[in-house]
């Protein structure tokens, strides 16, 4: 291998690495809004605050949660068994899921399911 290609095959390795996301990354509304595929079904952590929740709806409760990011009043949706409170500070830990549908209308582009929360510290 000459030096050029070291060097390129490097770069890339160097941006496979850092671009590569785990659980303990912290992930924002906004960049999970904008998720690529490669993300779906994937363990995810975000921190922000619970916006609303409407409990007990398909046996489980769905969560606006908000972190400051992307456009006024963008939100990602939730899905939990644990029931916080709104205007809780919580770490949010969960599955990402692509193109969910509930059926009867219930679609999300983007969902975050079987969350656990966590105080924020």
């Known amino acids: 291998m000459n030096m050029r290609t070291g060097i390129l095959v490097s ?16 992930h924002t509304v906004e960049q999970l809004n904008q998720a690529p595929a490669e993300l779906d079904g994937e363990e995810v952590r975000l921190e922000g605050i619970v916006g609303r929740v409407n409990d007990d709806i398909m046996g489980r409760n769905f969560i606006h949660f908000v972190d400051g990011t992307g456009g006024e009043g963008d939100y990602i949706t939730i899905t939990s068994t644990e029931m916080p409170e709104v205007g809780d500070r919580v770490v949010v830990t969960g599955t990402l899921t692509l193109d969910r549908d509930f059926g009867a209308g219930y679609t999300y582009p983007v969902l975050i399911e079987g969350a656990k929360f966590t105080e924020q510290e």
């Open 11 to 26: 770069l890339l390795l160097a941006s496979f690495w850092v671009g590569a996301a785990s659980a303990d990354d912290v």
